[in-house]
């Protein structure tokens, strides 16, 4: 099949998935501490319809799958979906993020499975304060789900995603930093996006990249940058004497649009072109309705011919999407 472009000439060839838009946390930056509606049941696509959905897109050259949520590990039998779409002709990179807390018990069958790369959220190593961001004190079953990944050397990198918010990721900034020297984790910053339930996000709350990198070389001396790839949305840097990575993703004070690759599927089928888009795709209703793979490979098309140049976070007028991260699928 054709590969997939976009009308600014960008080749998509990254799916991010939603499973569920459950959670078994509530982080601040992402769900509200109660009152979050649920899909109905009915309303989430079954195990099928994804892995037809991610069929239909290697075939046009979506090369990278990447599960998540709400929380993911939540969503029953979640091996037995990647056990799918591990053989599925053209997924070349399987990915997965999770916060991490049910990870001791579902490392194993999900490398078994075929999962090759993993993503864990961690914010902070102190338990009150991760207790205080998740509004969960679950810090100690987190590491306990990290050592486990890493029992598993076909499970690799391990990177570990946090956070970044000015007035609250400051002092975690050397532990995180100190991890990803004794661990073999790539720990990642994260600037604070408005994709908060809450809608507390404000610019003034964003700790960019460059603010992490000066408190690490404070305690480190200089980082020394690593190449990456082109499509990557995250700046790598190594330690000078060449002792673990860091990494810095900052969609906020440097936009990576130009180079985006990526769509998104919401766990109730939308299709969505940008984190912030104000327009979703309904490919569930295609998928129920009889479609066929060729009329759902063109619905998808032309999504994508409608993919936003860029985000406009730091625009005047900016909207806000409708839904929050861990109903869109971070
Ligand atoms: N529950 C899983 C987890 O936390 O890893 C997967 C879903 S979560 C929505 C995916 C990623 O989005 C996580 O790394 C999370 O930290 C990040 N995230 C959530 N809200 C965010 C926000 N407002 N700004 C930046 N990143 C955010
Ligand atoms: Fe749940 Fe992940 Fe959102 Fe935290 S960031 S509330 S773990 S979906």
Redo the contacts with the bound molecule.
């Keep these: 099949m054709e590969p997939l472009v976009d009308s600014w000439g960008r080749r998509i060839e990254s799916v991010r998935v939603?499973v569920t838009d459950k959670?078994n946390?509530r982080?601040t930056?992402?769900?509200p501490a109660e009152g979050l509606q649920w899909l109905p049941r009915a309303e989430v696509l079954t195990f099928e319809e994804i892995a037809r959905l991610v069929r239909i897109l290697a075939a046009m050259g979506v090369s990278e799958t990447r599960l998540?949520?709400?929380?993911?590990l939540i969503r029953r039998d979640l091996p037995e979906l990647v056990r799918q779409l591990a053989v599925t002709p053209g997924v070349e990179d399987l990915s997965l993020?999770?916060?991490?807390v049910l990870l001791d018990r579902l490392a194993g069958p999900l490398v078994e499975a075929g999962l090759k790369r993993i993503?864990?959220?961690l914010?902070s190593l102190s338990h009150t304060r991760f207790a205080e961001l998740a509004r969960r004190d679950a810090l100690d079953k987190v590491l306990a789900g990290l050592e486990e990944a890493e029992r598993y050397p076909e499970l690799r990198p391990i990177k570990v995603?946090?956070?970044a918010i000015k007035g609250f990721t400051e002092p975690e900034v050397p532990a995180l930093a100190e991890l990803a020297r004794r661990k073999p984790y790539v720990v990642r910053f994260?600037?604070?996006?408005?994709?908060?339930a809450d809608e507390v996000?404000r610019d003034d709350q964003v700790l960019t990249g460059d603010e992490i990198r000066a408190l690490i070389e404070d305690v480190y001396g200089p980082l020394v940058e690593l190449p990456a790839k082109a499509s990557s949305t995250a700046k790598r840097y190594g330690f000078a004497d060449g002792k673990g990575e860091v990494g810095f993703v900052n969609?906020v004070s440097e936009p990576f649009c130009s180079a985006c690759d990526r769509i998104r599927i919401t766990a109730d089928g939308q299709l969505r072109t940008c984190l912030f888009s104000t327009r979703e795709w309904d490919l569930k209703t295609r998928l129920r309705d009889g479609s066929s793979d060729e009329q759902l490979a063109a619905a998808i098309r032309e999504a994508v011919i409608h993919k936003e140049l860029k985000h406009r976070i730091n625009e005047r007028g900016f909207v806000r999407a409708s839904r929050?991260?861990?109903q869109?699928?971070?």
């Design positions: 939603s959670c946390f982080c930056y992402c769900m998540t949520g709400g929380e993911p993020t999770t916060n991490g993503n864990v959220s914010d995603n946090c956070v994260i600037e604070f996006m408005p994709l908060d996000w969609p929050s991260m861990s869109i699928g971070g």
